[in-house]
């Protein structure tokens, strides 16, 4: 994995404006990664996938973030101070590739959802962070109930095999809770207060479209500077995204002198 350079993430920001947020971050992965085939970043856990894009938007932005947050109590806006290392949950053991439970006579064997699993059940530009989410927030129940299905590997009841769905809700909770454990790294979630009125809530940090929010701002930015410095001094495109921004910025400010 490597740190993308200005013309690099410009041109990934250029092919993902029409994305969805599960495109996206492959898109942005698939650059920095080149080592790395497609398909083993798509079946890549979703706090794997996160953990990579949370050390790509460190190297790209540096370890500060800062981000807002609104009361749904009262509607105030809370602005956040956070670093790269707060958001960086640690698994309790390294991701399986396989896991089981026991629940309920049930003996469930299943795999981690992947982003092929949310780009075949999320809506058009639209992406669940994590699967305990994603019945309330990104996918309908049913969708939901989907990308469930599709992680199930063998299902048995008192020692006899089973049809992969439907099992009961209890069972499908026991998975779900499961997952998130195994990988916390999907779920990032603060326990907020809002000094207003003192609500307390949790809030879930997305990565995914936090980091691409950033990139689209930059990208905005970036294509105003380089026409303000096309136009003044006739430099090519290439040459003026090859600068060094610090030295970008001073010729800017000579411009407006």
Same mark, same amino acid.
């Given at each position: ?6 013309a690099e993430l410009l041109?990934v ?5 029409? $994305?969805?947020?599960?495109q /996206?971050?492959l !898109? ?8 790395? *085939?497609?398909r083993t =970043?798509?079946?890549?856990?979703i706090?794997q996938r ?6 790509l938007?460190?190297?790209t ?5 800062q ?7 009262c ?11 707060d958001?960086?949950?640690?698994a ?12 309920a ?6 795999r981690?959802p ?6 075949a059940?999320?809506?058009p ?16 129940p049913g969708?939901? $109930?989907?990308?469930l299905? /599709?992680?199930l !590997?063998s ?5 006899d095999?089973? *049809?992969?769905?439907p =099992?009961p809700?209890?069972v499908?909770?026991?998975?779900t ?5 195994a990988d916390?790294q ?7 207060t ?17 980091f ?6 930059w ?5 105003r ?5 096309a136009s003044?001094?006739?430099?090519r495109?290439a040459d003026?995204?090859?600068?060094h921004?610090y030295r970008?910025?001073?010729?800017l400010?000579?411009i407006?002198?």
């Open positions: 994995m490597r740190a993308l350079s200005a041109r920001w250029e092919q993902g404006l029409a $994305q969805s947020p599960v /996206r971050a !898109l942005l992965l698939a650059s920095a990664c080149p080592e790395m *085939a497609w =970043l798509a079946e890549l856990s706090g996160d953990g990579l894009l949370l050390t938007r460190e190297w932005f540096g370890q500060g973030i981000s807002l947050a609104t009361c749904p109590a509607g105030d806006r809370l602005e956040l101070m956070l670093s790269v290392a958001l960086r949950v640690t309790p053991s390294p991701t399986p590739t396989t896991l089981s439970l026991q629940v006579d049930y003996d469930v064997q299943f981690l992947n982003s092929l699993d949310l780009a059940c999320a809506a530009m639209s992406e669940a962070a994590s699967v305990p989410q994603a019945a309330t927030e990104n996918l309908s969708s939901h $109930q989907t990308l299905e /599709r992680c !590997l299902v048995s009841y008192r020692g095999a089973q *049809a992969i769905a =099992l809700p209890d499908m909770n026991a998975v809770a499961q997952m998130a454990i916390p999907a779920e990032v979630q603060f326990n907020l809002c000094p207003g009125c003192g609500h307390q809530w949790r809030s879930l940090f997305d990565i995914v479209s936090f691409w929010s950033e990139i689209h701002a990208a905005m930015r970036l294509l500077e380089v026409h303000v410095l003044t001094y006739g430099w495109e003026i995204l090859a600068m921004p970008r910025q001073l010729y400010e000579m407006g002198r």
